[in-house]
């Protein structure tokens, strides 16, 4: 934290988001002597490790937010919540600040759209997201929480084939056979009911799903389970070696219905949202499909609706876009993807999901690649006991971090540092937005002053 206005020369750099890779890039800068101002869209700045890292990994998510908060707690380093660049400030104003440099690690918090015909006009009306959902399923037991009710339904259909549609899986079959038990007279919290899985707590009270009036959800996905993003190829990875991860991405999704009991289609494409005369879900059209190499081949014929009134689309996220920055899609334009060096903006840096997109927590190294089957294992909820890691299981934010700072560093090198006089306007303007929102400098205080009393 920066008590006053550095009487020398320095440089620094403004860290947009807050979260596993915006801590470790500031406090690495901070400690070479930059003045790192850390801008965060939330009162708390644990991005998806609160928001889209599912509830039952409380414990692990309690030790990030202190990995987090000792880090955004670093002399040198000035934090600033509840402002979202591009709204709250600009991005040229940010600019015009006359920070050295500038790191965009703000995640991807925007669903993909679901390619499937009617999905814009079925949204709030039977098709859900994952962001909204798992942000619901995280926070929905709160005294305080607000937000638009998204209890799911049984029979429920879910897109998806990654990590962060197991997660959806999940939820859906926790909180749905939850209410029916809790109909029999039976509390059990969702996150003991995950850690136990579904099948052995039904087991272990003598019932099934059929007994409680279930089905379970589906998950579908265009490929098969052997090609689900579940666990990735290693670099350089012969024939026999890519076989290996095949199987282990099977054996997960087999793993993943025996435990929680919800049902898969592979090779199966969603094409049309079927709706009532009132807009309502009813039901999905989909087709079979094969897989020609990395082409997706629709087969004529098999097209059939899934009866269905609710559908959770997974298929991935992409970057909230700031306006003032240069876009290709979705995506920011890249000059260097590695690095996410912003293009004609040499000074502007990207790092983790923001550049990749992936949209998921998983648990990897640099931009979620390279995926420890172990890791995944239990990330999926898949072992016997659940995820505890003292060391963090954001490895991969944390080194994607310390390498943009480790970039910016390089970039700042041969410039000269901002003067006392503009490193005194520039944290002026910062302690001035600071003040509109309430933050008077004290990041342990802030926290418990924002954080509800039932959060976890």
Not at 2 to 24: D, K, L, N, W, Y
Request: charged residues 25%.
């Amino acid at each position: 934290m920066v008590q006053s206005t550095p009487s020398t020369p320095r440089h620094a750099v403004a860290v947009i988001g807050g979260a596993c890779a915006g801590a470790e890039a500031a406090e690495i800068l901070a400690k070479a002597g930059v003045t790192a101002v850390v801008f965060d869209q939330n009162a708390r700045p644990f991005g998806k490790i609160e928001d889209g890292l599912p509830r039952w990994h409380a414990r692990q998510r309690s030790q990030e937010y202190v990995r987090i908060g000792g880090k955004l707690s670093s002399d040198g380093v000035m934090f600033v919540p509840n402002t979202t660049i591009g709204k709250d400030v600009t991005f040229e104003d940010l600019r015009e600040w006359g920070f050295s440099a500038i790191v965009l690690a703000c995640g991807a918090w925007r669903d993909r759209a679901l390619q499937a015909d009617g999905a814009a006009e079925a949204v709030g009306k039977g098709l859900v997201y994952q962001n909204p959902f798992i942000y619901w399923f995280n926070h929905h037991e709160e005294q305080s929480f607000g937000g638009e009710p998204l209890n799911p339904v049984d029979g429920a259909l879910i897109v998806g084939g990654g990590l962060a549609s197991i997660d959806v899986v999940k939820a859906v079959m926790l909180e749905t056979v939850a209410a029916k038990l809790r109909e029999r007279g039976h509390e059990i919290d969702v996150v003991h009911m995950e850690h136990k899985g579904i099948a052995r707590i039904l087991d272990g009270l003598g019932l099934t799903l059929a007994d409680l009036g279930l089905k379970g959800c589906t998950l579908l996905y265009r490929r098969s389970a052997r090609d689900m993003p579940l666990a990735q190829f290693k670099p350089g990875a012969d024939d026999v070696s890519k076989e290996k991860t095949r199987a282990v991405r099977e054996k997960l999704m087999n793993l993943t219905m025996a435990k929680f009991l919800c049902s898969f289609s592979q090779n199966t494409l969603p094409k049309r949202i079927v709706c009532d005369d009132d807009g309502n879900v009813t039901g999905l059209e989909v087709i079979k499909t094969r897989i020609e190499g990395r082409k997706v081949i629709e087969l004529e014929g098999t097209e059939e609706v899934l009866p269905t009134t609710q559908i959770f689309s997974s298929i991935g996220s992409v970057p909230e876009l700031i306006g003032g920055l240069p876009t290709d899609g979705d995506f920011y334009d890249y000059d260097d993807w590695s690095l996410g060096r912003v293009k004609d903006m040499p000074e502007v840096f990207g790092v983790g999901n923001v550049v990749t997109g992936q949209g998921n927590i998983s648990i990897s190294r640099k931009h979620a690649r390279k995926v420890t089957d172990v890791v995944i294992h239990e990330y999926l909820g898949l072992a016997d006991e659940p995820l505890d890691r003292p060391e963090g299981v954001m490895g991969a934010a944390e080194s994607a971090g310390a390498e943009v700072a480790e970039a910016v560093q390089g970039h700042i090198a041969g410039m000269d540092p901002l003067s006392v006089d503009a490193l005194a306007a520039l944290v002026a303007k910062t302690e001035a937005r600071q003040g509109e929102v309430g933050y008077e400098g004290d990041f342990a205080a802030w926290i418990e002053k924002v954080t509800p009393a039932d959060r976890v």
